[in-house]
């Protein structure tokens, strides 16, 4: 059974930092395109970063370029989100997705799996 648990999340002041981690158990990262996704209250799930399996191709939100970094430690099982110059609307629920099929995608109809997600909360 594949099992993502992240965690990371917190409350922080606009303008901070956070690191979100993703570890994944179950079968190996590697052998899987993951990404991050977010859903601010009251609004549908959103696409933030994926990476693929290898770490060779990356994809961002235009509202997250610049400001967060996906990277991912296979040797581990791990996906992080580095978060930086954070902002109030960055506050949501922050989930982790793996897709096993080849290929990034902003859908998240095309992930296989999720994690249960980390609140992020930044205040003004």
């Known amino acids: 059974q594949v099992q993502l648990v992240e965690s990371g999340g917190g409350l922080v002041q606009a303008g901070g930092s956070l690191r979100l981690s993703c570890v994944v158990s179950?079968?190996?990262?590697?052998?899987?395109?993951m990404a991050w996704f977010r859903q601010p209250p009251g609004k549908e799930r959103e696409f933030v970063t994926a990476?693929?399996?290898?770490?060779?191709?990356?994809n961002y939100a235009e509202f997250v370029k610049g400001r967060f970094t996906i990277s991912r430690d296979n040797a581990n099982n791990t996906v992080y989100l580095q978060m930086n110059s954070l902002k109030p609307e960055d506050t949501a629920l922050y989930y982790c997705a793996a897709k096993v099929a080849y290929g990034i995608s902003t859908r998240a109809n095309a992930y296989d799996y999720w994690g249960q997600g980390t609140q992020v909360t930044v205040s003004s």
């Open positions: 990476i693929s399996r290898y770490g060779s191709n990356r």
């Open positions: 179950g079968r190996t990262v590697s052998s899987a395109v």
